[in-house]
Nanobody, 125 residues
Framework: QVQLVESGGGLVQAGDSLRLSCAAS???????????MGWFRQAPGKEREYIAG???????YYSDSVKGRFIISRDNAANTVYLQMNSLTPEETAVYYC????????????????WGQGTQVTVSS
């Protein structure tokens, strides 16, 4: 059981950058470092999209749509995962969610057990 709280969303112009944060609180007997973490986004009228993940080891994975522009990172001492988003486009306007799983790695939303509330990112043209 992991509680997640996201922050850092907002309104930016095309080409700008944002850094999202997700602070985690874990149940007794567990540690943040036990979790693989993912970032998803969901635009109006579209399905939730996996965009980035980071494993327990720190190994990173990115979807093709964000590779080279976004960076996922984690600070286990701070129980926090980050998503640095660069060169944002209007098409990336969406609610961004962080999620946690005890699986070693997965890109499937259904296999993530814990979700944050989401933070809105709006990119104007």
């Amino acid at each position: 059981q992991v509680q997640l709280v996201e922050s850092g969303g907002g309104l930016v112009q095309a080409g700008d950058s944002l850094r999202l944060s997700c602070a985690a609180s874990v149940a007794s007997g567990r540690a943040f470092s036990d979790c693989a973490m993912g970032w998803f986004r969901q635009a109006p009228g579209k399905e939730r999209e996996y965009i980035a993940g980071i494993m327990r080891s720190g190994l990173r994975y990115y979807s093709d749509s964000v590779k080279g522009r976004f960076i996922i990172s984690r600070d286990n001492a701070a129980n926090t995962v980050y998503l640095q988003m660069n060169s944002l486009t209007p098409e990336e306007t969406a609610v961004y969610y962080c999620a946690a799983t005890l699986r070693p790695w997965t890109r499937l939303a259904d296999e993530y057990d814990n979700w944050g509330q989401g933070t809105q990112v709006t990119v104007s043209s």
